[in-house]
């Protein structure tokens, strides 16, 4: 018994051509229901996907987040070096706290009046590079960056107005006074 394809070929209602291309479709149709028969391979394959897809985007963000923190900390470190004010010839210790520890830099006679009226603060250089001394202004604006850099700053003092029910108010404290 012959195959329909022969016997179509024989009668000639078709040629060699046109039977390659309905066996082709035919193979095509027989893989298509052979991958409509095995959803689970398909379902394990996109959750394997859908997983690797996942762990790409936290492995990104994570990136993303470490390169935010190194151009912050670069920052920073640009507007200290920047910014600082030169110790040089530094013969007067100034103390302050740090993380609960008392810490003590020498810096020049003229600065210790600026740092306690708050016109100035100490910054940390970085890790093992010690402290710097800034303006107020640089202060505050690493504050707003990087507040633990900011290590003293006292508050800018008011010019003290004199109260008006003040009784020694016309009795100056003289410059000579010892306590």
Known sequence: MASLKEQLLKAGL????????????????????????????????RAAREAQAERSRALNAQREEQARARALAAEVAQIIATNKISRENGDVPYQFTDQRKVQKIYVPKALIDPLARGQMGVVRAGQGKGYEVVPLETALRLRERAPEVVVSLHAPQKASTADEDDPYADFPIPDDLMW
């Open 14 to 45: 078709a040629d060699k051509k046109q039977a390659r291309r309905a066996e082709h479709e035919k193979r095509q149709a027989k893989q298509r229901q052979a991958k409509g028969q095995a959803p689970a391979d398909q379902v394990d394959v």
